[in-house]
């Protein structure tokens, strides 16, 4: 039994040549195509990416609604002025947690100051972190949409000698680096325990392969807000 657990050019190869019995993605650029084609004869777990076809089984994290408990609970603290630095402006996961972002902020009779477009990585957020700097009226709160541009916002604020969370609250997406002593302050997000996910639909795809008819949906990952130092307690 093999089971294909990775992303990028090779990945898609396997999957066109059926080199796998099953496989896990967690890349939403994965080719939409390849994996509906492959899933003809073959189940595929594809995560925090909403995507219907047989034996096609999607494991989607509550991206909006963990993202709007969020922003309510800063709104809650006395935050007021807020911006989002986006990951890929198509990603399914982005656009969910943007849109969790902005219910909030509608809910509270609040506005987004603005809106950087940023692409999952650090020098994206450092880049978005510097324009907020040149912003004639900064926010005081900044929410990223994950954890790697969250880093570079708050680098780029430290260069400039701007306080976190003192001067501007800062947040990411995903709980990467909650056991990272080296990142300070500390970084408040949403945590996904992806270890306990990615077991989860690797046990569903062996159920899968080893009984026939009809099986039920992988469970999705349950999220946690963690608040640490970098916004005000």
């Known amino acids: ?17 059926k080199q796998v019995d099953a496989a896990i993605i967690f890349d939403s650029s994965f080719d939409k195509q390849v994996i509906v084609q492959y899933a003809k004869n073959s189940p595929v777990v594809v995560l925090d990416t909403f995507l219907k076809g047989k034996n096609i089984y999607p494991s989607v994290m509550d991206n909006d609604l963990l993202v709007h408990q ?3 609970q800063m709104i809650n603290q006395g935050y007021q002025r807020f911006v989002y630095v986006s990951g890929p402006q198509e990603a399914f996961n982005n656009k969910e947690r943007y849109k969790g972002y902005l ?3 509608a809910e ?6 603005q809106y950087f477009q940023g692409d999952f990585t650090t020098p994206s957020g450092y880049a978005a972190g510097k324009q907020i700097i040149s912003m ?9 949409a994950n954890d790697e541009m969250a880093l570079g916002v708050m680098e780029a604020f430290r260069e400039a000698s701007i306080g976190v969370p003192e001067a501007i609250g800062v947040a990411g997406f995903d709980g990467s680096y909650l056991n990272n002593p080296y990142i300070r302050p500390s970084l408040t997000t949403i945590s996904i325990d992806h270890y306990a996910w990615g077991q989860t ?15 039920k949906g992988v469970l999705k990952p349950i999220g946690k807000i963690m608040i640490k130092e970098s916004t005000q307690q």
Request: proline share 2%.
């Open 103 to 105: 219910q909030a902020l």
């Open 201 to 215: 639909a690797a046990t569903f795809l062996i159920d899968a392969l080893q009984q026939s008819g009809e099986v």
């Open 1 to 17: 039994m093999n089971i294909l657990v990775s992303s990028g050019q090779s990945s898609s190869m396997m999957l066109k040549e």
């Open 70 to 72: 969020l922003i309510r």
């Open 136 to 144: 004639k009226t900064r926010p005081d709160f900044v929410f990223c």
């Open 108 to 113: 509270a009779g609040l506005k987004s100051q």
